[in-house]
Every structure is written in structure tokens, then in C-alpha cells.
């Protein structure tokens, strides 16, 4: 007797030992799986959160969150810009990915259980989070969608801790249409997850009156909630069922959602109906590992796009006057994006290397240096913060008002609040900038900025002495007159008439007549350049007047400017090769590919 206890206890401490390796491993798993979202936003990711960041405004007020309360899907969305807000810290917002990912994994396990407890296949609990950061990937998608998720998985959890029919009847009539009226269509994922399992009780019970009753409670709901909510919101019932602020455009959640929904609800039953394993575990687990790993490697590869996040560094950088990290930036690899090359040439122009190395990078022309306006919500910043640093405050403000209103979800954008405020305090605009800082005051992080420009309204004294607002203040134009793009040159000029200390104003001018390729203005207006104090003529200067007079003179005899002899030697040997190689474009390519000469001819 005392050898039959000895060894049931020994049995019963061996399956504790097992149940805590396995439960360790598993842990293991998912510690290691939250690393790696951790190192892909941080390492390679993270501006796609300054973005998502800037916005939105989120306000600590009632009225904000009763707004948001108003339609299905609002906690949710509430929740979700409470924590994109702390992407103003962009590694605090790769924390919550991470989290929010490695929460979610967890959950879809806990529910595979309720089913059937099969550990073999514990990996597999990792697909739908895999599936929900490569939906994250997309700029457009908001967290809102990651933790209505969150939030519908616990309330099946929950559910499943009810025993009782009696107790589970209740909670479906009383508890499920909030989680859609809180958590929008996220609530798919509990409809289907119920049918389903409704419908394998009902094949595998004798109880079932019971499995049907909740069957058609799930089925019922699933079709009445969004046709009941459409009587009370103005939206449309497509986006009542899938979801109504998962994402940034109003049309709809995009493939990779809708995918990453299915794959949430059904994961579970797929990992607890697979068949259990006895032997080779470690290789059936390594075999899933590998098949996991590529999937998901494959997903993120398909879904990521490094060219906007190099779009998104760039505006991130310019949005924090960090001007020598855009030209370090662009030193590795030089942006072809006219979006990025706005940012360069501004980063240029404020750190007085405009004129000297422009061509040293890409140039897409006039794009790439103060772009057309158009009606969307990003292309105009760069052009926006130009214009605000060049002193035309009145057209940085209209860019930066337009690009707001046109922010397809109709939110609100911090940093264009800010600029806002900065545009109307430079034109005396005090009682606008006044309401702009009362809306700011209410938000976390620009709330001690917002009190501190308080401080500034009708006071011109402390605006004029703001190494800043008073410069800009200094240079503002003086006349009115009609904006006109085509005529882009003659309003610089105008504006460096205004305050010949201008030099910004001057140079881009210059790199304006340079980038249209119209040599003939630009000698023109070359001499207008005189009273800025130039050291030595600036290198592009150089090349462009070398370049016309070439064109009327064989020798440089009686030149009129200082140009520099190792310049006059390029040019020679750039005119040989030009003339003399019948391809002369790849030569020419590698050896002055970075002048304006070169930009002239084959740009």
C-alpha cells in the first residue's frame, strides 16, 4: 500500500513538473514573440506611429468621449486613441503594439481550451496576432481595431466561464449587444466563434434544446444589432457590420482586416480540433515554428512599405527642426520622393547649404522644392512648413488648414493645431490663436506648450523678441497680392524685396529658376543676391553662370565672376565627354552626377 502511494505521487509530481514546462515554454513563446514586434516598430517601423500620431487629437473632456460614445464601436475607438497618443513617444507606442499583440495571442489560446486542451499546436495561437500587425503595417489602420479585438475576446472568454444555460441565455441577450454597441463589428468574431461552437455542441451533446437555443440567440443578433443601430446612427450598414473606425478612409476595413477577423474567431477551434501529438513533439513543434516564422515574415514583407516610412522619417524629422539628421539622412541614400526632397531642400536652406549642395542630391524639380498645392491630408506639410520658414505665413497657414479639413476620417490634428496657433500669433491673429490653444490645453502632450504660448497672445513685445515669430514677423510680406503658382519665382522675389536679409528667400528663388531649368532667370536674378555678403560665389551659382557662358564664348577669358578654376577644369572635361562619347550619360553619370550640369542634360 505504502508503494502504491509512493509511486501515485511520484506519477503526480512528474505531471506537474511536465505541466510546468510546458506552461514555462509557453511563456517562453510569447515573451519571445512581443520582442520581435518590439524590434520591428522600434528598429524599423516607428515613424508609421509619429504619423498615426499627429492625427489625432485626443481631448480629456466629456464631450469628446460622449462623441465617441454616440455610435457602435466608440469605446473602442475612445480606448484606441487614448493610447495612439502616447505614440508621441514612439517607443512607449511600440510597447502597446507589442503588448496588445502578445494579449491577444494569449486569448485566442485561452478560448482553443475551452474547447479542447490541445498543446500540441500552441504556436499555432499566434497567427491572428501575426495577421493584426501585418494590418498594422498599413499607415491607415487604427489601433481602434486592435483593441476592440482585444476586448471581444475577453467578453467570449468571460461567457465561457458562465456553466449555467440559464446564466449563458442572459448574458447573450444582455451583454453581446454591448460589445457591439461599445466594440463595433469586432463583434463578428463572437458571432461566429458562438455559431460555431453552438453547432459542435450540438453534434456532440445530448442537451440540444440548449445548443440550438443559443445558436439562434447568436444568429439573431448577429443580423438585428447592426439593423437596429442604423436607426439611430447615419452610417452605412456595410460599415455597421464591419466596423466604422478601424480605419482612417470610410470605406471599409481592407482585405488584410477582414482576414485578420477570420482568422481570430476560427483559430481556436483549428488548434483544438487538429489531432493531439504523442510522439516527436519537438519536431512537429520546430516544423510549426519554421511554417510560422515564413508566414509571417511573408505577411509583414507584403504589407510593410519602407518608401512611406522613409516619407514618414523625413516628415517626422522636419516636423522636429532636426535638420542635420535629414541631410545625414539623406547622405546614405539620397530620397527620390518629392515629399522627402522638400524636407532635404528645406533641411538645406536652414542649415545654409542650399545653394552649395542642392545638386549633390536628387532633384525632381520644382516638386521636390515647393510643391503644387493639392487637396489631400500629407503631400502639402512639407510645402506648408517651407512656406512657414521662407516668412509666407499666410499660404503655410492655408496649407496647413486645408491638409486638416482634409483628413479623411474628419479628426482633428494636434501638430496642425500647433501651427495653427504659431501662423495666427505671427499675424496678430490673437483671438484664433486663442481658440487653438483652449482646444490644445485639453490634450496630454501639448498642454504645457499650449499654457506656455498663452503667455504670448497680445503680448508683441515677447512675440517680437521670439528668436522665431519675431524673425518671421521681420520678414512678412508687406502688400497683398494674388497667389499663383506658376509664378512661384516672382512672389519669392517679391518677398525677398520685402527684407533684403531674406537670404532663404533669395536662395530658394534661385534653386526655383535652377530646378525649372531657365538659365535665363537665373542670371537675371543672380545680381539680386549681392547685399547678402556672399564669402565666394556658392557652387550651384557657379556652375549655372559657367554653363550660359559657355554657350556665347569659346574661351573664359574676361569672365565677369570669381568662378573657381576646378569648376572651369569640370566643366571643360564635362563638355569633352559630352561631346566626344557616344553614351556619354553613365561617364558622366559617376563622374559629375552631382552638379547642376549634369541635372541640366539628363534630368
Known amino acids: 500500500m505504502g508503494k502504491q502511494v509512493l509511486c501515485d505521487n511520484l506519477l503526480k509530481n512528474k505531471k506537474e513538473r511536465m505541466k510546468y514546462t510546458h506552461l514555462n515554454q509557453k511563456n517562453i513563446f510569447t515573451i519571445l514573440f512581443g520582442i520581435i514586434v518590439l524590434l520591428f516598430w522600434g528598429l524599423t517601423y516607428r515613424y508609421h506611429l509619429a504619423y498615426s500620431e499627429q492625427y489625432q487629437m485626443f481631448l480629456f473632456t466629456p464631450d469628446y468621449f460622449l462623441d465617441r460614445f454616440a455610435h457602435p464601436g466608440g469605446v473602442g475607438e475612445y480606448i484606441g486613441e487614448f493610447l495612439t497618443q502616447f505614440y508621441y513617444y514612439q517607443w512607449i507606442g511600440v510597447v502597446i503594439i507589442s503588448i496588445l499583440l502578445m494579449l491577444i495571442q494569449r486569448l485566442v489560446w485561452l478560448l482553443s481550451r475551452v474547447i479542447k486542451e490541445n498543446s500540441s499546436y500552441y504556436l499555432l495561437s499566434f497567427i491572428p496576432s501575426i495577421a493584426l500587425w501585418a494590418f498594422l503595417c498599413d499607415e491607415n489602420a487604427m489601433l481602434s481595431f486592435i483593441v476592440s479585438i482585444c476586448f471581444v475576446l475577453f467578453s467570449i472568454y468571460l461567457y465561457n466561464k458562465v456553466k449555467t444555460f440559464r446564466f449563458r441565455f442572459l448574458y447573450l441577450i444582455l451583454?453581446?449587444?454591448?460589445?457591439?454597441?461599445?466594440?463595433?463589428?469586432?463583434?463578428?468574431?463572437?458571432?461566429?466563434?458562438?455559431?460555431?461552437?453552438?453547432?459542435?455542441?450540438?453534434?456532440?451533446?445530448?442537451?440540444?434544446?440548449?445548443?440550438?437555443?443559443?445558436?439562434?440567440?447568436?444568429?439573431?443578433?448577429?443580423?438585428?444589432?447592426?439593423?437596429?443601430?442604423?436607426?439611430?446612427?447615419?452610417?452605412?450598414?456595410?460599415?455597421?457590420?464591419?466596423?466604422?473606425?478601424?480605419?482612417?478612409?470610410?470605406?471599409?476595413?481592407?482585405?488584410?482586416?477582414?482576414?485578420?477577423?477570420?482568422?481570430?474567431?476560427?483559430?481556436?477551434?483549428?488548434?483544438?480540433?487538429?489531432?493531439?501529438?504523442?510522439?516527436?513533439?519537438?519536431?512537429?513543434?520546430?516544423?510549426?515554428?519554421?511554417?510560422?516564422?515564413?508566414?509571417?515574415?511573408?505577411?509583414?514583407?507584403?504589407?510593410?512599405?519602407?518608401?512611406?516610412?522613409?516619407?514618414?522619417?523625413?516628415?517626422?524629422?522636419?516636423?522636429?527642426?532636426?535638420?542635420?539628421?535629414?541631410?545625414?539622412?539623406?547622405?546614405?541614400?539620397?530620397?527620390?520622393?518629392?515629399?522627402?526632397?522638400?524636407?532635404?531642400?528645406?533641411?538645406?536652406a536652414k542649415t545654409d547649404q542650399l545653394s552649395n549642395r542642392m545638386f549633390e542630391f536628387f532633384q525632381n524639380g520644382t516638386e521636390g522644392l515647393l510643391c503644387e498645392f493639392q487637396r489631400d491630408y500629407m503631400s502639402t506639410l512639407p510645402t506648408s512648413e517651407a512656406f512657414y520658414h521662407l516668412g509666407m505665413i499666410n499660404t503655410a497657414q492655408r496649407f496647413t488648414f486645408e491638409a486638416m479639413e482634409a483628413i479623411p476620417d474628419y479628426k482633428k490634428s494636434a501638430r496642425l493645431y500647433k501651427r495653427l496657433v504659431e501662423t495666427n500669433l505671427i499675424?496678430?491673429?490673437?483671438?484664433?490663436?486663442?481658440?487653438?490653444?483652449?482646444?490644445?490645453?485639453?490634450?496630454?502632450?501639448?498642454?504645457?506648450?499650449?499654457?506656455?504660448?498663452?503667455?504670448?497672445?497680445?503680448?508683441?513685445?515677447?512675440?517680437?523678441?521670439?528668436?522665431?515669430?519675431?524673425?518671421?514677423?521681420?520678414?512678412?510680406?508687406?502688400?497683398?497680392?494674388?497667389?499663383?503658382?506658376?509664378?512661384?519665382?516672382?512672389?519669392?522675389?517679391?518677398?525677398?524685396?520685402?527684407?533684403?536679409?531674406?537670404?532663404?528667400?533669395?536662395?530658394?528663388l534661385m534653386a526655383y529658376v535652377l530646378e525649372q531649368k531657365n538659365l535665363e532667370k537665373a542670371i537675371r536674378y543672380y545680381p539680386l543676391g549681392k547685399s547678402l555678403g556672399y564669402s565666394?560665389?556658392?557652387?550651384?551659382?557657379?556652375?549655372?553662370?559657367?554653363?550660359?557662358?559657355?554657350?556665347?564664348?569659346?574661351?573664359?577669358?574676361?569672365?565677369?565672376?570669381?568662378?573657381?578654376?576646378?569648376?572651369?577644369?569640370?566643366?571643360?572635361?564635362?563638355?569633352?565627354?559630352?561631346?566626344?562619347?557616344?553614351?556619354?550619360?553613365?561617364?558622366?553619370?559617376?563622374?559629375?552626377?552631382?552638379?547642376?550640369?549634369?541635372?541640366?542634360?539628363?534630368?
Not at 458562438?194 to 439573431?220: A, C, D, H, P, T
Not at 556658392?538 to 578654376?565: C, G, M
Not at 557616344?582 to 553619370?589: D, F, M, S
Request: glycine fraction near 4%; proline fraction near 5%.
Open 175 to 348: 451583454v453581446l449587444p454591448l460589445v457591439y454597441w461599445f466594440f463595433g463589428g469586432a463583434y463578428l468574431i463572437f458571432i461566429t466563434w458562438g455559431i460555431i461552437n453552438e453547432v459542435l455542441n450540438f453534434i456532440s451533446r445530448k442537451s440540444k434544446n440548449q445548443s440550438i437555443s443559443l445558436l439562434l440567440v447568436f444568429m439573431l443578433w448577429g443580423v438585428l444589432l447592426p439593423l437596429i443601430a442604423e436607426y439611430f446612427v447615419q452610417y452605412p450598414l456595410s460599415r455597421l457590420i464591419i466596423g466604422v473606425n478601424y480605419y482612417r478612409f470610410p470605406t471599409g476595413l481592407p482585405v488584410s482586416g477582414i482576414i485578420a477577423l477570420a482568422l481570430t474567431a476560427l483559430m481556436p477551434f483549428v488548434v483544438a480540433k487538429l489531432p493531439s501529438i504523442n510522439k516527436s513533439k519537438l519536431l512537429y513543434t520546430i516544423a510549426q515554428g519554421i511554417v510560422i516564422c515564413g508566414l509571417g515574415v511573408y505577411a509583414i514583407s507584403i504589407s510593410r512599405d519602407m518608401m512611406k516610412e522613409e516619407v514618414m522619417h523625413y516628415d517626422y524629422l522636419t516636423r522636429t527642426y532636426q535638420w542635420q539628421k535629414i541631410i545625414k539622412l539623406a547622405e546614405k541614400k539620397s530620397p527620390k520622393a518629392p515629399f522627402s526632397v522638400t524636407c532635404l531642400n528645406l533641411a538645406l
Open 427 to 508: 499675424n496678430g491673429q490673437y483671438e484664433i490663436a486663442r481658440k487653438y490653444l483652449n482646444v490644445l490645453k485639453k490634450t496630454l502632450f501639448y498642454r504645457t506648450w499650449a499654457t506656455e504660448m498663452m503667455s504670448y497672445l497680445g503680448n508683441e513685445k515677447k512675440i517680437n523678441g521670439h528668436p522665431e515669430y519675431g524673425w518671421l514677423r521681420q520678414i512678412l510680406y508687406k502688400e497683398d497680392f494674388l497667389f499663383s503658382n506658376p509664378e512661384m519665382d516672382i512672389m519669392l522675389g517679391f518677398l525677398f524685396q520685402t527684407n533684403k536679409k531674406n537670404k532663404m528667400a533669395f536662395e530658394y
Open 536 to 603: 565666394e560665389i556658392p557652387r550651384s551659382y557657379q556652375e549655372a553662370l559657367i554653363y550660359v557662358w559657355t554657350q556665347k564664348y569659346r574661351s573664359f577669358d574676361n569672365l565677369p565672376w570669381s568662378i573657381s578654376p576646378n569648376i572651369i577644369n569640370d566643366v571643360v572635361d564635362f563638355a569633352q565627354i559630352y561631346t566626344t562619347q557616344n553614351n556619354p550619360e553613365p561617364i558622366l553619370a559617376r563622374m559629375y552626377g552631382k552638379t547642376l550640369w549634369y541635372y541640366l542634360l539628363f534630368r
